[in-house]
């Protein structure tokens, strides 16, 4: 929940809102400008390439797989109907 609030102590968020002395909020990672909540999840170049498709590939996987299922529920469900239904008349 704390980073919905974006209240994760980065270095922006020490010296912005904690007002803690003479801190350089450059990324710690990958030197990049102003180490946020924002840039540590969504714009650090050094992970754009492995860790960002890794995550996007995974959801892609989860959806997929849920699509998949819900075809499949949804074709059982006609083929039962088809078979059993038609029997019983």
């Known amino acids: 929940m704390a980073i ?4 994760i102590p980065t270095k922006n ?4 809102i ?4 003479e801190i350089e ?3 710690r990672r990958c030197s ?15 992970l754009a390439a ?6 996007h590939d995974a959801a892609e996987k989860k959806l997929h797989q849920e699509i998949f299922r819900q075809m499949m529920k949804d074709k059982y469900i006609r083929e ?3 078979i059993y239904m038609t029997q019983e008349q």
Do not use: F, I, M, W
């Not at 919905?4 to 209240?7: G, P």
């Not at 990049?32 to 650090?44: A, V």
């Open 4 to 7: 919905q609030h974006q209240v």
């Open 13 to 16: 968020y020490r010296k912005v």
């Open 18 to 21: 904690l007002k803690e002395g």
């Open 25 to 27: 909020d450059k990324c």
């Open 32 to 46: 990049g400008k102003g180490e946020t909540t924002q840039h540590l999840l969504n714009r650090r170049p050094s």
């Open 50 to 55: 492995t860790a960002y498709k890794t995550r």
């Open 80 to 82: 039962y109907r088809t």
